[in-house]
């Protein structure tokens, strides 16, 4: 099935990471000025979306007659350019989805970033954002995790507690427990095996996976 991988104007630490999660078939898609990421790492677009108030007029002379769809918007508007663009995805149901620069200075944007991952989750959509070692994303019910002895795992309920929660392949484990909305028993975590899991009755958790 065919990804999308999604550019925002966020920082990225390290471009070469970046590469390693690319395929040749993905649709990419930069928000606003996250096409810079696309042009430091030579990519070319399939899409752009934003109002392209981040965007310098000399860059958008880069997207030019490249036969990349372009989705501009006004300045003032009741929806984030991020938040346009995962309305994008999921008209066009795309089920899998990479998310790369959601980190930066706003914290207002990170954490309307982050909520997101609910809301798209709750419609099917697997959204991994990826910033270095780090690999977040929201689960309804179960996740498998490939990684490494000696990962770090984070926990995180959000919306509400996270009930009935059983993990294996973790330090502490968890065995039809519940971790509550607000506390931070689930964070710090560490992989004992190269394959983890996570399934839970009850609500949503966001899982933060870190890479040694």
């Known amino acids: ?16 990471q970046v590469k390693n999660y690319l395929k040749p078939d993905d649709f990419i898609i930069c928000t606003d000025g996250g096409a810079r990421h696309a042009i430091e ?3 070319k677009p399939n899409a752009l979306i934003g109002d392209f108030d981040s965007l310098s007029p000399d860059l958008q002379k880069k997207f030019q007659d490249k036969n990349i769809e372009w989705l501009k918007y006004n300045i ?11 309305n994008y995805v999921i008209e066009r149901d795309y089920k899998t989805v990479l998310l790369f620069g959601a980190f930066g200075t706003r914290l207002d944007h990170l954490l309307s970033n982050i909520f997101a991952l609910v809301h798209l989750a709750e419609k099917g959509i697997n959204l991994t954002i990826i910033e270095g070692k780090k690999e977040i994303k929201v689960i309804k019910n179960y996740l498998e995790i490939e990684g490494e002895i000696g990962d770090l795992v984070s926990l995180i ?15 502490y484990k968890l065995t039809n427990e519940d971790l509550l ?7 710090s975590n560490v992989m004992t095996e190269k394959t983890a899991t996570i399934s839970f009755k009850f609500g949503a958790l966001l899982v933060i996976h870190e890479r040694q």
């Open 1 to 16: 099935m065919k990804r999308a991988v999604i550019f925002l104007n966020g920082d990225l630490s390290d471009l070469s």
């Open 41 to 43: 790492l030579n990519l």
């Open 76 to 86: 003032e508007k009741d929806e984030s350019d991020s938040e346009l663009t995962f």
């Open 157 to 171: 309920p959000v919306q509400t507690d996270t009930k009935k929660i059983t993990t294996t392949g973790l330090q």
């Open 181 to 187: 909305f607000g506390y931070s028993r689930g964070i």
